[in-house]
């Protein structure tokens, strides 16, 4: 019953910024890890940022300085903010989370993802 939901892609011009959000609801007892990836085509996943429920935070060298994680643990959602966008970054953004939920053994979650476009 866990769910992982993204919101905020879209289109953007190189430069630009956007905000993504990924809330997570359901009968969740803990929230652990909390994780952006991205996969673009012809790509592999890879993981963008990643942030622990006391707030440590890690970055891939593509997107330091430029991208910054953020979780809100009372409304159970991580934020990425997305700063001077280069297309390059273009791919479908996904949320992870490792967390306990009530009458679950699944551990890891993840959400749909949401597509960012990069394009001038």
């Known amino acids: 019953q866990v769910q992982l939901v993204e919101s905020g892609g879209g289109l953007v011009q190189p430069g630009g910024s956007l905000r993504l959000s990924c809330a997570a609801s359901g009968n969740i007892f803990s929230i652990h890890h909390m994780s952006w990836y991205r996969q673009a085509p012809g790509k592999q996943r890879e993981l963008v940022a990643a942030?622990?429920?006391?707030?440590?935070?890690d970055y891939a060298d593509s997107v330091k300085g430029r991208f910054t994680i953020s979780r809100d643990n009372a409304k159970n959602t991580v934020y990425l903010q997305l700063n001077s966008l280069k297309p390059e970054d273009t791919a479908v953004y996904y949320c992870n989370a490792e967390l306990r939920a009530a009458d679950s053994i699944q551990y890891d979650y993840w959400g749909q993802g949401t597509q960012v476009t990069v394009s001038s």
């Open positions: 942030i622990t429920r006391g707030g440590n935070t």
